[in-house]
């Protein structure tokens, strides 16, 4: 059974960094792209970034590119989000999905989501 | 990037009803959207996935329509555990971009 494990989550300053991390197992983790998508509370899904099976492709919204680094590592099963910069509108619950391919397909699994808090 | 217009943003239904949400692309995804079904505190689930294929597991009352830009989401007969907030999604290329999502309340 494919898990999806967030962590990391928390309350940041404006201006502060926070990594995020999620934990997959069930899975060839290598085979899948993977991305992060977050949602402000009271809102709508947002995606936020995605990387490739493999890690040789990296892709970002406009609204976090430049702040954030998307990274894994296949060896541990693990997907991060390096979030820099963090600002006010950053505050969501961020999940980590599952592409049911290495570079395509919809998002078929999801994490239960970790929050990050940006505040004063 | 690839806009996708959902509506109606609300719908007030009852158990028994049909329900169609629909979907715009701003330019022709082809077949490559996706339905999610979100209920409150939880991760949203996919319900159908290039457009039209039945995720396993998700009961064949759901069911998905449409190519290029424009898709619909039908629910043929509302059961209880429908009630929900669903959202469409373009995978056919990066920014993936979501609709703004349809709440379905009881009528």
């Known amino acids: 059974e494919v898990q999806l494990l967030e962590s990391g989550g928390g309350l940041v300053q404006p201006g502060g960094s926070l990594r995020v991390s999620c934990a997959a197992s069930?899975?060839?983790?290598?085979?899948?792209?993977m991305s992060w998508v977050r949602q402000a509370p009271g809102k709508g899904l947002e995606w936020v970034s995605a990387?490739?099976?493999?890690?040789?492709?990296?892709y970002y919204a406009d609204s976090v590119k430049g702040r954030f680094t998307i990274s894994r590592d296949n060896s541990k099963n693990t997907l991060h989000l390096q979030m820099n910069s963090l600002r006010v509108e950053d505050t969501a619950v961020y999940y980590c999905?599952?592409?049911?391919?290495?570079?395509?397909?919809?998002?078929?699994?999801w994490g239960q989501g970790t929050v990050v808090t940006v505040s004063a | 990037d690839i806009q996708m217009t959902q509506s109606p943003s609300t719908l007030s239904a009852s158990v028994g009803d049909r329900v169609t949400i629909t979907c715009r692309a701003s330019?022709?995804?082809?077949?490559?959207l996706a339905w999610f079904q979100q209920k409150p505190g939880k991760a949203p689930k996919v319900l159908i996935y290039e457009a039209s294929s039945l995720e396993s597991g998700v009961p064949s009352r759901f069911s998905g329509s449409g190519s290029g830009t424009e898709f619909t989401l039908t629910i043929s007969s509302l059961q209880p555990d429908d009630f929900a907030t669903y959202y469409c999604q373009q995978y056919d290329n990066y920014p993936l971009t979501f609709g703004g999502g349809t709440k379905v309340e009881i009528k």
């Open positions: 069930g899975l060839t983790f290598r085979s899948y792209a």
């Open positions: 990387i490739s099976g493999r890690g040789g492709n990296t």
């Open positions: 999905a599952k592409r049911s391919g290495e570079n395509n397909g919809p998002l078929d699994y």
């Open positions: 330019q022709s995804i082809t077949n490559w």
